[in-house]
């Protein structure tokens, strides 16, 4: 939720909580938007973030959907913290980002192509693989 009282929402989701898998949730419902992903550790740790050299970014949903085959997640839909985006953050400069982390971007461009998801998140991988492999 910004300072303003704005949810970092996409959409409303009219479920009050749900257990489910990052996959479910996020991907295959498109709910999209700042959320805090609370994790327990000893779990995460069986989740290592793939390292690639000279990257200094990577984006964390590539281990979320990972940790999506066995385990799920308690969703509950409140707010638990107030942020706002920084004119110069990630947020705002995720393309700059991304083309200074093309390894990272090919890698989740694999993961979106599973076939399991809809077909515009595939495309979507394609695209990331392809273009990103053309700068890497």
Do not use: H
């Amino acid at each position: 939720m910004t300072s303003e009282g704005k949810l970092l929402l996409n959409k409303n989701y009219d479920e009050e909580e749900e257990a489910d898998t990052y996959v479910n949730y996020r991907v295959l419902k498109n709910i999209k938007g700042d959320m805090a992903e609370v994790w327990i550790t000893k779990i995460l740790k069986k989740f290592q973030f793939p390292i690639f050299k000279n990257e200094k970014f990577l984006s964390e949903d590539v281990v979320w959907i990972k940790m999506s085959g066995p385990y799920k997640i308690y969703f509950f839909n409140k707010p638990i913290y107030i942020s706002n985006y920084l004119s110069d953050g990630i947020t705002k400069n995720r393309r700059k980002t991304n083309w200074n982390s093309p390894l990272g971007c090919i890698y989740k461009g694999e993961l979106l192509m599973n076939p399991l998801f809809p077909i515009r998140l595939r495309i979507k991988g394609s695209l990331y693989y392809n273009i990103y492999n053309l700068w890497a």
